[in-house]
């Protein structure tokens, strides 16, 4: 069809270029304004087709449900509108730099989730027959020696969901341990202050006290504190390495030592792993636990906070304490050990329904297959590579938290914002009208005003170049006296910055019927 | 390698720039007994195409739930899950998000986890919901702290239809935080039990219903007698289906509310990613584990959503937390929120009508067979047969004519060797049951 310009402006007129209006129906442009699905749906409506019922009896037990519940329906294309609609709400690894220290945004392979979806793993249920699930045990095992051998422990728990419920794990086995051996005196864990909370908030839940180490000058454990609050009811110590400041723990080995001579055992936080995978083997540190995030690591999803995975490899010491169920290679079949009498009655227990991430599990196997040994290596090398350019180049118009080269995550504070009025929470804020997703901050908290970047092995060095360009241009303008523009930031961003103290104060955590929309 | 983009130009460029001659200086503070010289014993890289075919090939053996008869539930249930929720969930900007911690940034997950938390309360009818736990069981075992720091008492009592998986998870915590636990051997018909002897000492008592054997509790006698010593009722779920035809546990006085969502927009997957919910009353919030969404505004005015109640959390109570959990099951509650939006109360109210209808249609069936005799009389997808040989033997013969013909109450629990635990959802065909029953009749004669 030939196109009919007749009366059809095509270049941009004279005249034409305006300041910002108010649309009518409150969208601009791609960025549409949403609704609550409580405001836009019906109970009545849904966008499923299902058989008619026929009507037969029921044997609801007397138990029917008779009262209105309330919950919305959908057209399959307003489900559709709705959530994408929603989704250009987000930012993402795949829109751009992520540099979230601690969390390790790297790329998510698409292979991954085209695998885990094949119904061999996908559509099987849980409690199967064991010879009819051969495959998902085996995959399992071939994790599991990935894991091992990475990691050069001899154990390792698959079932924790998560970092947290892996510290859980690790930290349990530490106390069956000890009960084992009657040590119920040995109930102090020594966490140094860099810790992520999930760390004292686990030694809580399995019934420990928290004693807390100081950091030194060049932001790693005290040892000399350390050496000092040793003693005879230490159960443990809990430490991230490389550290939350992104820096080896030096002494680790002699850390492992002390820990060891008062009978405790060695907690590691394995968040970090990313740099050290094919480099280093935690197991050659002398530690007795450590759980992966195989969403960080090993580049399964985060999906918005979830859900993770925290396989926990333990050592010697530790593995006859590993919780149940687990995945066993005998002679002709792979077996799943499910209750601990099964075990010889060592196990300290259940952590969880069933048997862990499976869906986790089949992504993050698919990564490291695709990398291999060699692959795995060069990833962990170029994550610290890029962390360490970042550092390089930011290093005169930012303050390095801490001297010298760092490993994954390069840790910045706020000194060179001192009196520009600018806080590290303004210049985050400036970044997302850069299009980035700022970095962690304030976290960890030995640092003021912390601001803690891990580029990971993803980015180009073009990416990284211009994010190098960005950061030192807000520097510049921050040093240079334009708070104004940091406080009122972000512009650009579907939304300005939110209440927190309003959202706290009078929590309103769920839509209630009547409740008008003011958007 | 296709994930990583530099090449050999730009490390030594970057090199330079960092000022050290190779990457090996910056692994130097790394104890040199632990330094890896060659590459650690694992097979190399792989192409796309091996990686696919490696795992395509151990997915091939295992027997998939939908390539045959399959009436398997005890905590995980079959269900169609529209196209459209798989599509949605593999948007980058949900897939590839972090935790919103920029809000800004993040608006589309949390209005999701906003219209989620409501929808949960909505189903369970309560007042308030988390955005969720990893899964039933951790749920119900974080609900038992819960209830022991709002009643600042030691002592929870568990019914003897609650999921034995629920009580493993929920015993192992409770041992190291020295509370006292009173579990009871799972057996059907004897969840009342729980009520016996309850003193000013009990946080609460948990109960779930349809219970592990599928039997309806009407949980307001169960209520009563919590409140009636000040202690709490937990209320537990794993088939959240079940709703759209039973009252729900807020109608009927439960205080907190946990279990497990699978059912809504999340597969078998074996065992997990699930999605564990976990709902409550207002007053108890503050004491409520997990992340949680609350409505704001922004400087303009303009209603928005955020992380809330932060001051529970572990990153900022650190060893005060209510809870060391971290993460929530993020992805899988976009998956809830949305199968449950197509849903819609009349979806859902259908859905359970069909499903309640398929398995009184296969107890009929399978009823009618010599030595088979039902246990509940009550029931919504899920019911338990009494058999005249042990269940497991029967599983096991049934299997060699491809029909996975239920759980042998063996497998979860001591002593009922004799019961099969079947589940029936709107996936099951006619065909399907007809095989059930043919292999089952075979199995018993």
Redesign the interface.
Known sequence: MALNNMGRPTTPQEGTVTSTIETVSGNKALAQR?L???EV????????D??E??G???????????????????S?PE??R???R??????????GV?P?GS?T?K???R?N???A?????????????Q??????L??ID?LAH?IC??TGMPAVAMSP?????G??CGM?AI?AALDAKGADHKRRVLVPESA???N????????FT?DEIPATDDGRVDLEAMKAKLGDDVAGIMLTNPNTCG????D??EIAELIHGVGGYFYCDGANFNALV????PG??GIDAMHLNLHKTF?T?????????GPTVLSEALAAYA?VPFVQKNDDAFELV?TVEATGGDS?????????????F?RA??Y????????????T??A???A??V???LSDVMTVAFPG?C?HEALFDDRFLKDTGVETLDF??AM?DEGY??MTMY?PLVVHGAMLIEPT?????A?LDRFIAVMRSLAERATGGDVDSFKAA?IY????????T???RK?????TPGEA??? | ??????NEN??K???A????PM?D???E???K????TG????????T?A???S???R??????????GS?F?G???Y?HHI?A?V?H?????????????Y????????L??L??F???V???TGM???N??M?????ACAEAVLMACRVKRRKKVKLAAGL?P??A??T???A????LDLKTADCAPGKDSDVMDGLDKDVAAIVVQSPNVFG??I?LELYAEAAHEVGALLIAVFTEPVA??????PG?MGADIVVG?GQSIGV???????Y?GLLACRQKL?RQMPG????????????????L????R?????????T??????????T?AWS?H????????????A??N??KA??LADKLTAIDGVELVN????NEFTLRLSKPAKQV??AM?KNDV?GG?HAS??MDGQDDLLIVAAT?TNSEADMNAFETALREALS
């Open positions: 949403e609550l699905i409580f749906g019906t109970p009545r409506r849904t966008g499923v299902l058989p019922p026929k037969s009896k029921s044997r609801l037990g007397g138990l029917e449900r008779t009262a209105e519940i309330g919950l919305p329906g959908l399959e489900t559709m709705h959530y994408v929603l989704s250009q709400k987000n930012y993402a690894i795949d829109l992520y979230l969390c945004m790329h998510n392979p292979l989730e085209k695998v979806r094949l119904p061999g793993f996908a559509d099987v249920h849980p409690l199967q027959p010879e009819t699930v051969q495959g998902a085996e995959l071939e990935w051998t990475l969901k998560a970092g947290a419920h510290e859980l349990m106390r992520h909370g999930t004292p908030a686990t030694a809580v839940q399995c019934g928290v820096l080896f723990e030096r680790i080995v094919g480099r280093v083997r050659d540190l580049s999803p985060h999906g918005g906070g979830g859900p993770g995975s919780p499910e300290f227990g259940r952590m969880c329904a069933f048997h862990g991430q499976m869906g986790m089949t196997l698919s490291m297959l695709s990398h291999g040994s060699d692959g795995l290596k060069q990833a090398e170029d610290v590579l890029n360490n350019y550092q390089a180049s080269t490993m985050a804020k997302i997703h700022p976290f092995e993803s980015e180009s060095k990416e972000p961003a579907p939304m300005r910055r939110l209440d927190e309003q959202a706290a929590p309103v955590l769920r839509w929309a003011n958007d | 390698m296709r994930y990583l983009p530099l730009d490390r460029d970057m090199l720039k960092v000022g050290v990457v200086a910056l692994f503070d790394v104890p007994s632990a330094r890896l590459l650690i014993d694992l097979p190399t890289h792989m796309e091996e990686v696919e490696h795992l395509t151990l997915a091939g053996k295992s027997r998939a739930a939908g390539s399959f398997i005890a905590g995980a079959r529209p459209t798989d949605l969930i593999q948007r980058s900007e949900f897939l590839t998000a972090y935790t919103p920029q809000p800004e940034i993040s608006q589309g997950t209005q999701v906003f219209e938390q409501t929808q309360a909505m189903l007042e308030v919901a955005a969720s990893y899964d039933g069981s951790t999921h998986h629920y493993a998870t015993e192992n915590q041992q190291f935080l020295g039997e309806i009407d709703f759209g035809a039973i009252k729900s109608e497990e597969g078998l997957n074996y065992g997990g990613p999605v919030v992340r949680v969404c609350g409505e704001t505004v922004d400087a303009e005015g303009k209603r928005g959503y955020v809330t109640l932060s001051t959390e572990q990153h900022i109570r650190r060893e005060k937390a809870s060391n959990i971290c993460t929530n099951s993020g992805l899988c976009v949305i449950m939006s197509l849903l819609g109360e009349a979806g859902l109210r259908q859905l009508t069909i309640h209808e009184c249609e009389d009550s029931f919504f599983v096991d299997l996975l759980l497998r979860l709107e």
